[in-house]
């Protein structure tokens, strides 16, 4: 049975090794580390803390490899994800509204049943705009597949042989941090989704909100002004349920209750969990089996979040 270790931000104390161990998850080891771009392949801290070696799957540069080698499809690219930040664009400014909505009428007092399915209703407004801001980037993403047919192009496919490879001969896949939309991108462009399935994978931060349905930015205290969770992209959907918040101790309003409890309750089924520092969950079969640091948010206003284990 596949095992999905989940983990916080790696940097400054790393547990990714004990938690290994704890789980039961050995060599031979791959990695992931598109989201380190530039800095990819930079493993020697890594296997440091590991004990053992790590071949990365190098999926930053293979991607720079297939754009130099085929301009035409590179600048089709580079227009789809115009065309994704035109929408997302679009979505935020429709989501600034419903979300002021949603946070007056969970403000408003006494709570009376009118009161309560207005709320009920904002709720299931933003839950409308998330869906179908998911609907139409996952519609954009066929409609370039249609038209480039990715897996079929000489160099991707080369790749894909490659990268097939060595995903078999390793007994755990390991997927960094670092920037978010590159490493979705470079996953998908590589169609990494299908050859994680069913592998024993070691996640944190943004690596670990890529296996997830749908990937969430969010920041409560953003330097520019008011913050706004937004759905960003499509994940690998190997963890349908969880919606991932790396640094959240950082990031969310922890102490607002009624903020905590809206993210909640807008995002289920899916459960929204925090991971800070030293922070694990263990899924097996995608049902969490063990965990500690990482706490699930309510759906009650409640000031207590819920712990992340089982």
């Known amino acids: 049975m596949p095992d999905l270790l989940i983990l916080g931000p790696q940097a400054r104390s790393p547990n990714l090794s004990p938690c290994l161990a704890a789980a039961g998850m050995t060599g031979p080891i791959a990695a992931i580390t598109a989201g380190w771009q530039e800095r990819e392949a930079e493993l020697a801290a890594l296997e440091e803390h590991v004990g053992a070696a790590v071949q990365d799957l190098r999926l930053y540069a293979r991607a720079e490899d297939v754009f130099a080698g085929d301009r035409a499809y590179h600048d089709a690219y580079?227009?789809?994800?115009?065309?994704?930040?035109?929408?997302?664009?679009?979505?935020?400014?429709?989501?600034?509204?419903?979300?002021?909505?949603?946070?007056?009428?969970?403000?408003?007092?006494?709570?009376?049943?009118?009161?309560r399915r207005a709320r009920i209703e904002a709720i299931a407004a933003l839950r409308r705009l998330d869906a179908s801001h998911l609907a139409s980037i996952d519609a954009t993403h066929r409609r370039f597949e249609r038209r480039w047919r990715t897996e079929q192009r000489p160099a991707i496919a080369r790749h894909r042989e490659e990268l097939d490879r060595i995903v078999a001969a390793a007994s755990t896949v390991l997927i960094a941090g670092g920037h978010v939309?590159?490493?979705?991108?470079?996953?998908?462009?590589?169609?990494?989704?299908?050859?994680?399935?069913?592998?024993?994978?070691?996640?944190?931060?943004?690596?670990?909100?890529?296996?997830?349905?749908?990937?969430?930015?969010?920041?409560?205290?953003?330097?520019?002004?008011?913050?706004?969770?937004?759905?960003?992209?499509?994940?690998?959907?190997?963890?349908?349920?969880?919606?991932?918040?790396?640094?959240?101790?950082?990031?969310?309003?922890?102490?607002?209750?009624?903020?905590?409890?809206?993210?909640?309750?807008?995002?289920?089924?899916?459960?929204?969990?925090?991971?800070?520092?030293?922070?694990?969950?263990?899924?097996?079969?995608?049902?969490?089996?063990?965990?500690?640091?990482?706490?699930?948010?309510?759906?009650?206003?409640?000031?207590?979040?819920?712990?992340?284990?089982?």
């Not at 789809?80 to 007056?104: F, G, P, S, V, W």
């Not at 969310?252 to 903020?259: F, G, I, K, V, Y």
């Open 181 to 310: 939309a590159v490493l979705i991108n470079r996953l998908r462009l590589f169609g990494m989704q299908a050859l994680l399935e069913g592998r024993s994978i070691a996640a944190w931060s943004a690596g670990a909100m890529a296996l997830t349905a749908r990937v969430l930015l969010f920041h409560d205290r953003p330097p520019q002004g008011a913050g706004a969770a937004e759905v960003f992209e499509q994940g690998l959907g190997l963890l349908p349920d969880a919606v991932f918040l790396p640094h959240a101790a950082k990031r969310l309003a922890l102490d607002d209750p009624e903020r905590t409890a809206l993210l909640a309750r807008r995002m289920r089924p899916a459960g929204c969990y925090t991971l800070d520092e030293g922070d694990w969950l263990w899924f097996r079969d995608g049902v969490l089996r063990a965990g500690a640091g990482s706490r699930r948010l309510p759906r009650a206003g409640s000031r207590a979040v819920d712990r992340g284990a089982a």
């Open 78 to 115: 580079r227009e789809r994800q115009a065309a994704l930040r035109e929408a997302q664009d679009l979505y935020r400014l429709q989501l600034e509204h419903a979300r002021a909505a949603a946070r007056e009428l969970y403000r408003a007092h006494p709570a009376t049943r009118a009161l």
